[in-house]
């Protein structure tokens, strides 16, 4: 099975609030990723954390790990409604290179004017 | 800085016929990965070239393959599509091929199989 799982699938917010997704793996990893993508759209990298830091911030992003229970979480705080896209986690490949990261199925965000 | 460029972004084929996406990586990236997105399965890896060569394959059949110039410019290549191979595929590129590091994503191109 996919190494990242995001809950919940789908998320639908009034704009000023609060998002919070969460993302759990199965095997050790060195840092794990948030991606972002609008509607069939490319993927834009959010942030990335490293298996050695609890938390990062950047702007109205927040996102923690938690290496021993293989989760992390994305806050994204005082939601716009441009911020309606899908989010992903994603993890490298055991034993794999930077460019072979394995990805959750995504959360689906929606942010109501 | 250009970002990452693939084409075509859309295209319609039908089963048993073959199509060819390109990929222009950032310029100095010399790394290249590939995905398939599609509703059921998510975001799959289907491979990474660096130098010219093909360093991860993910889980797909030898239908699917690509190559990488001297330029790092990518193709890559699926032959006798089948109605499963609809989706948008992803291309990716990154500096170098090291365990961390974000990837920057090209627009996709979308593959309707008819």
């Known amino acids: 099975s996919q190494q990242g799982e995001e809950d919940p699938q789908a998320l639908s917010i009034q704009e000023g609030e609060n998002a919070t997704m969460n993302c759990s793996y199965k095997?050790?990893?060195?840092?794990l990723q948030w991606y972002r993508q609008n509607s069939g759209r490319g993927l834009v990298h959010l942030i990335l954390?490293?298996?050695?830091?609890r938390e990062k911030h950047s702007g109205r992003l927040r996102v923690t790990l938690d290496t021993s229970k293989k989760s992390s979480s994305l806050l994204i705080t005082a939601s716009r409604a441009a911020d309606t896209a899908s989010y992903f986690c994603?993890?490298?490949?055991?034993?794999?290179?930077?460019?072979?990261?394995?990805f959750g199925k995504g959360t689906k965000l929606s942010v109501k004017p | 800085k250009a970002g990452v460029t693939q084409t075509p972004r859309y295209l319609i084929k039908t089963r048993g016929q073959q199509v060819t996406l390109s990929c222009s990586p950032i310029?100095?990236?010399?790394?290249v990965s590939w995905y398939q997105q599609t509703p059921g399965q998510g975001l799959q890896f289907l491979f990474e070239?660096?130098?010219?060569?093909?360093?991860n394959k993910g889980n797909f059949p030898g239908r699917f393959s690509g190559r990488q110039f001297s330029n790092s410019r990518s193709e890559m290549n699926v032959s006798t599509l089948e109605l499963g191979d609809s989706a948008l595929y992803l291309c990716?590129?990154?500096?170098?091929?090291?365990?961390?590091?974000?990837?920057?994503f090209g627009e996709g191109s979308r593959l309707t199989v008819l």
């Open positions: 990716a590129s990154s500096l170098a091929i090291q365990h961390t590091g974000e990837l920057f």
């Open positions: 095997t050790s990893i060195n840092n």
């Open positions: 954390i490293r298996s050695n830091e």
């Open positions: 994603a993890t490298p490949h055991y034993g794999g290179s930077q460019g072979n990261l394995i």
């Open positions: 310029s100095g990236h010399r790394s």
């Open positions: 070239y660096f130098s010219e060569t093909q360093r």
